[in-house]
């Protein structure tokens, strides 16, 4: 069973950053890709970020390009998200997700294509 586990959450002012983390065990890390997803209250869940399982290849929601950064340690089984320069419109409950296919050679951004899904952290973003 594949665990995802979510940090580094908070609440910060406007122009803030935040560096969120996503622990993973339970099967071979360093073949999936990875994403990360957001979801604020009454919204659908919305792509953010994702990067292959080779670190190559990354792809962001326009509303973030040039401000976060997703990136990926594949000996420590982590995925980062580096968020700059945050806006209060960036609040919403943070997630990581897993590919469900190894190798793909694309990074995908419909939630449907990642099987496994961490609990999610808040962030907040202060005007």
């Known amino acids: 069973q594949v665990q995802l586990v979510e940090s580094g959450g908070g609440l910060v002012q406007a122009g803030g950053s935040l560096r969120l983390s996503c622990a993973a065990s339970g099967r071979t890390f360093s073949i999936y890709s990875m994403g990360w997803f957001r979801q604020a209250p009454g919204k659908e869940r919305e792509f953010v970020a994702g990067?292959?399982?080779?670190?190559?290849?990354?792809e962001y929601v326009d509303s973030v390009k040039d401000r976060f950064t997703i990136s990926r340690d594949n000996a420590k089984n982590t995925v980062y998200l580096q968020m700059n320069s945050l806006k209060p419109e960036d609040t919403a409950r943070y997630y990581c997700a897993a590919d469900g296919l190894a190798f793909r050679p694309r990074v995908e951004t419909s939630p449907l294509k990642y099987d496994y899904w961490g609990q999610g952290t808040q962030v907040t973003v202060s005007s």
């Open positions: 990067i292959s399982w080779s670190g190559g290849t990354t």
